[in-house]
């Protein structure tokens, strides 16, 4: 007692201490692995970087962004990455991409989660087996897909011609007006497994007994999905989606391997991903990039603004 | 409202048989309450006449009705869970209306219904908070609230205090005891592990062990006249002192290491035991000759009275309860005595035996 005093400490501050030191590690691993990264990006958005010569990256403002240029006399366009065709078509495709994958998954999750919440034998096998398609890599799945999917050698064109679905081949991921659906549809049966892992959680959290008083209030079971599972499951439902549609707005390996070089599948990390390496637009990917990151940065936190309303 | 009659009620789980066979009639607004220790099927027992467990053999009749198949809300029952079981999104209005709303009431009547339930209750401040927002005690009355507007013929308890703190226990069960003289056409079944509960609120008590019903008696009736040595030890706190008896030379009765008793000694002598309650022991006066004389181990003072543990040469110290007054020290040695009607006497097999003089 003697010694300390002179320096004592209260010990919430001396707790405060205690959190400052054991965080002070990760925080500096997050601004070496996220923070400069996201900095430099920002900054190479704003220069006329090239691939092959970053150092010499050199401040030309908003020009990557939105630009006029001038023809002489007047006449003129306005370019950059704000009036870029190409890249809003990539947030229309992310944006559709997101919606639909993200709510098909959701309502399947659910219907499985429900199952997988009911006891029945070998319960735990098929519980681990409906995880098999989130954990095989998405690339392999991807080009395992593109097999089954393939105009001449897939599986999937076999079954509906034998089975007389459809008349001739469809080149499922080449043409234009399927290819999008092809790219939906493998990222629904590979992240579906995980949504329903989400939501199974919140069910499980719901207690029995309250199941229980339902039957006895005379409650159809319809009714009890819709007015007590649901309410209930509906937090963890909310932060299942909010994990997917993430990751469903930073799509990239399913489309690049599946559909590559295709306007109608391109999404914003594709986007930024050919400018960045394959078009030599080091500086317009890094400027797409940001944008990307506010997108996504706009709509997670609109969405939590909008869930934390529903719920009260 | 309702006559429940059980009629060779059974009910396995797999291959353990939980429930071996019950019979039993609860009269029309009758309180009974199904007591016994853990696992002894009371819950199961309750379960069964809710319909939230299916028969596996055995008759179960409403009003002479057989109820096997019907569905718990055909059965016009209510129930109030120990966890309470209020849905917790909804307010406490809708948590006791959604049973008639989805019944296709009228709003008129339910508003009246949730609110004579209320007022019964004192929820009527509390009717648009959630569930979270209350404390335990107010969770249970909506629970309970949410039972008395479905108007059932049956009102069935599953251990509904077993989460209060012990002065709110009390409060409630005085509570459920008002409740019942208010529907007293309701018949009520009460399950509890809390032998205070089920002396104090039932009309009738079915000891339940293992399965099978031990006694069904007036909560006195059992506390007097225990049929097994299993029902004296469940019933009464302190439990009944239970000695090992032996038979004196004279055809008697005497507990081991004890005085004798003018007490005849049955056919059977072997496995006797003799109980006596703590309460009925007291000190011996001068002059009278003890049951037992002992060194005191241990004095437990509970304020209103002592339990006063006396060494007798057994495994178990015999416990006498002793009012306040009597002074009482660990160390000192005590003459103790009892009436000689006081004590009653169980055979091998754990059936209570006839106390005859000699």
Redesign the interface.
């Known amino acids: 007692m003697k010694q300390s005093t002179g320096r004592t400490l209260t010990i919430s501050a001396r707790r405060r201490r205690a959190a400052a030191l054991f965080l002070a590690p990760m925080l500096l691993v997050l601004v070496l692995v996220a923070g400069w990264p996201l900095l430099r990006t920002l900054w190479f958005g704003f220069t006329d970087a090239s691939l092959g010569d970053l150092a010499g990256a050199r401040w030309i403002g908003f020009s990557n962004y939105l630009e006029w240029l001038s023809y002489g006399e007047g006449d003129g366009e306005w370019v950059g990455l704000l009036v870029d065709g190409e890249w809003w078509r990539a947030v229309w495709n992310t944006l559709v991409f997101t919606f639909i994958t993200v709510s098909v998954e959701t309502a399947l999750g659910l219907v499985v989660a429900m199952v997988l919440n009911v006891r029945f034998p070998l319960r735990g096998l098929v519980r681990a087996a409906v995880l098999i398609p989130w954990a095989i890599p998405t690339v392999v799945s991807a080009k395992m897909w593109a097999w089954m999917l393939n105009d001449q050698f897939g599986i999937i064109n076999d079954i509906g011609l034998k089975l007389g679905l459809i008349s001739s081949p469809v080149a499922w991921i080449a043409s234009a007006d399927t290819a999008m659906v092809a790219v939906m549809l493998v990222d629904i049966w590979k992240s579906t497994p995980f949504m329903a892992l989400l939501i199974l959680a919140g069910l499980q959290m719901i207690?029995e007994?309250?199941y229980?008083?339902?039957?006895?209030?005379?409650?159809?079971p319809l009714?009890t999905f819709w007015?007590?599972t649901l309410?209930?499951a509906a937090p963890a439902i909310m932060v299942a989606v909010i994990f997917r549609a993430l990751d469903a707005l930073r799509v990239f390996d399913i489309i690049y391997v599946l559909t590559p070089n295709n306007a109608e599948t391109r999404t914003m990390s594709v986007f930024v991903q050919e400018n960045l390496f394959q078009f030599d637009q080091f500086a317009y990917g890094s400027a797409a990039s940001t944008l990307l990151f506010l997108v996504i940065a706009f709509i997670t936190l609109g969405y939590i603004r909008a869930a934390r309303l529903n719920l009260g | 409202m309702a006559q429940l009659t059980l009629r060779n009620l059974c009910k396995s789980f797999g291959r353990a048989e939980i429930i071996h066979g019950i019979d039993l009639d609860i009269a029309k607004g009758e309180f009974v309450v199904f007591v016994g220790p853990s696992g002894c099927g009371k819950s199961t027992l309750l379960r069964l006449i809710a319909g939230l467990e299916e028969i596996s053999s055995g008759e179960l009749l409403f009003d002479g009705e057989k109820v096997n198949d019907l569905p718990p809300k055909e059965r016009g029952i209510a129930m109030v869970f120990q966890s309470y079981a209020l849905y917790p999104h909804m307010s406490v209005f809708d948590n006791m209306a959604f049973g008639l709303k989805l019944a296709k009431s009228d709003s008129g009547t339910i508003r009246e219904r949730v609110e004579e339930a209320a007022r019964l209750l004192e929820l009527e401040p509390l009717l648009n908070r959630k569930p979270r927002e209350l404390s335990g005690g107010q969770r249970q009355r909506v629970a309970i609230g949410r039972a008395i507007v479905r108007n059932p013929r049956v009102f069935l308890f599953d251990e509904p205090l077993s989460n209060l703190d012990a002065a709110l226990r009390g409060q409630t069960r005085v509570e459920i005891a008002r409740l019942h003289e208010r529907m007293p056409d309701t018949t009520m079944v009460y399950v509890t592990h809390d032998q205070i509960e089920a002396m104090t609120l039932a009309d009738r008590i079915v000891v339940l062990r293992a399965g099978r019903v031990e006694q069904v008696g007036a909560p006195m009736e059992l506390y007097l006249k225990p049929a097994t040595r299993f029902v004296a030890e469940f019933i009464g706190t302190p439990a009944m002192n239970i000695l090992p008896a032996e038979v004196t030379a004279e055809g008697g009765l005497r507990p081991k290491g004890g005085a004798a008793l003018p007490l005849r000694a049955p056919a059977k002598a072997e496995g006797l035991g003799l109980g006596v309650r703590p309460e009925d022991l007291h000190i011996a006066e001068e002059g009278e000759p003890a049951l037992y004389e002992g060194r005191v181990t241990l004095v437990e003072r509970l304020g209103e009275s002592q339990l006063v543990h006396v060494e007798i040469g057994h495994e178990v110290p015999l416990v006498v309860k002793l009012a306040r007054t009597v002074p009482a020290r660990r160390g000192e040695t005590l003459r103790v005595a009892a009436p000689v009607d006081a004590f009653h006497l169980f055979g091998a097999d754990g059936q209570a035996l006839d106390i005859r003089p000699q």
Do not use: F, Q, T, W
């Open positions: 207690p007994d309250i229980e008083a339902a039957k006895i209030d005379g409650v159809n009714v007015r007590v309410p209930l």
